[in-house]
């Protein structure tokens, strides 16, 4: 997801101010992510269970990222997609819902973890991160889609 990140940032960074803060944004929420999994580059030695505070932070940076997109950047991309014709528009159309589905799970995601009362509940973290990382990687996929064509209006 990282290497996937810093192609986006090249081909599209400095672009567009607002493309620039979403992948901005992207990668904050990939190092939380990262750190909240243990994955590399930020594994670390114990596997112990993060904190619940340092979940909720995650949660935070995901509900975040996935407000900014619905209500500010894809109606840019959208307004883009219908002043750059047909097929832009049409793209935006068919994208919009699969973004938007990986939006539950992160809702889903995000509310299991901020209201959770019992820290035994961090016990099913890797799986549900595991499901998440899957999902928010789609997205990730979908919404360079929608980029590209953001780009190519501002070019």
Same mark, same amino acid.
């Given at each position: ?35 909240? @999994? ?7 030695? $114990? ?16 509900? +975040? ?6 209500? $500010? /950047?894809?109606?840019? /991309? ?20 699969? &973004?938007?589905?990986?939006? +539950? &799970? ?9 209201? @959770? ?8 973290? +890797? +799986? ?7 999902? &928010? ?5 979908? $919404? ?12």
């Amino acid at each position: 997801m990282l290497s996937k990140l810093e192609q986006a940032e090249q081909r599209w960074g400095g672009a567009n101010q607002l493309i620039d803060q979403w992948l901005s944004n992207r990668r904050n929420l990939l190092i939380h992510y990262f750190k909240l @999994a243990g994955l590399p580059p930020y594994e670390t030695q $114990e596997q112990s269970l993060p904190s619940s505070d340092n979940v909720k932070e995650f949660c935070n940076a995901l509900v +975040d990222y996935v407000s900014e997109g619905h209500f $500010e /950047v894809y109606d840019q /991309v959208v307004s883009a997609c219908e002043k750059h014709g047909p097929n832009s528009q049409e793209l935006a159309r068919q994208l919009l819902p699969k &973004i938007s589905s990986s939006t +539950d &799970i992160v809702l889903d995601f995000s509310d299991k973890y901020t209201q @959770a009362t019992n820290d035994n509940v961090l016990l099913e973290l +890797d +799986d549900d991160l595991s499901r998440l990382g899957s999902s &928010i990687e789609n997205r990730f996929g979908y $919404e360079d889609e929608l980029l590209e064509v953001l780009h190519q209006y501002h070019s």
